[in-house]
């Protein structure tokens, strides 16, 4: 019968990797791809609120996105000690302040994203003001809250990670990751494939065309890049390959 193969996109690696293990469907699925995903919940959290990777000591590269700070916080505000027991003011302050910084590679600079949060600061109560600008990465203290919070409700928070799902893949997982990431660090393709199993055939590419969902900052060009072109290109090649043959079933 048709069986399709699975394509997912960040996050999604979750769900595709726990249909790829399924009883059902693990040896009837001819493959999966796994783009920008993750395998450990809670370092890509920390990625995305800090920049923290231990994965990534040494790879000066790896960059975060500083404005995924409020999507974290959103995420575990109730398990926040001294956080309001009516939130609906502060995540409306956060999601306004996704929606003028989120797309706009400019904002990421400090001093353009600070400038909006304290704007939007100013239409909460004072008693919400400075958890607000911690969630916004515009003061200092996020990590020690969601440290706090993660110690009380970490096992909760479980089904988040694929890794245990991983043992029972069957087909064939190609895992395409950015290297400029700033979003989910690149080291979690390569943790992926080191943790599928043989039968997985798990293959990597990483690639410097794109960031996360998207292309990678424009580079000016030199003589200097063309090596670095052709093996971008080799991957790319790659990379079609995969979705072309894929596309087959």
């Keep these: 019968g048709f069986a399709p193969a699975v394509f ?54 790896v960059h975060y996105d500083p404005l995924n700070q409020p999507a974290v916080m959103m995420s575990i505000v109730h398990e926040i000690e001294g956080a309001p027991k009516n939130t609906t003011r502060i995540v409306d302050a956060w999601q306004e302040f996704m929606r003028r910084t989120w797309n706009k590679p400019e904002m990421k600079e400090r001093e353009r994203y600070v400038a909006v949060a304290n704007e939007l600061a100013l ?13 916004c990465g515009a003061v200092d203290g996020s990590e020690a809250l969601v440290d706090a919070a993660l110690k009380r409700v970490r096992r909760e928070f479980e089904f988040l990670n694929p890794r245990p799902y ?6 064939p997982i190609h895992i395409i990751h950015g290297a400029e990431d700033d979003v989910i660090p690149h080291t979690e393709a390569i943790k992926m494939k080191s943790a599928l199993p043989p039968a997985a055939a798990a293959k990597t590419y990483i690639t410097g065309l794109y960031a996360h969902t998207n292309t990678a900052d424009e580079k000016r060009f030199d003589i200097g890049t063309v090596p670095a072109m052709a093996g971008e290109g080799a991957t790319m090649l790659k990379m079609m390959y995969v979705l072309a043959t894929l596309g087959d079933y």
Aim: proline share 7%.
């Design 123 to 135: 239409t909460l109560p004072k008693s919400q003001r400075t958890l607000y600008l911690q969630g």
């Design 166 to 171: 991983l043992k029972d893949v069957r087909c």
């Design 8 to 61: 997912s996109i960040s996050f999604g690696s979750l769900p595709t990797l726990r249909l790829a293990a399924h009883p059902v469907w693990r040896d009837r699925l001819p493959g999966a791809v796994v783009f920008g995903g993750y395998i450990d919940w809670e370092t890509s959290l920390r990625f995305c609120l800090s920049g923290g990777n231990p994965d990534a000591v040494g790879e000066a590269d």
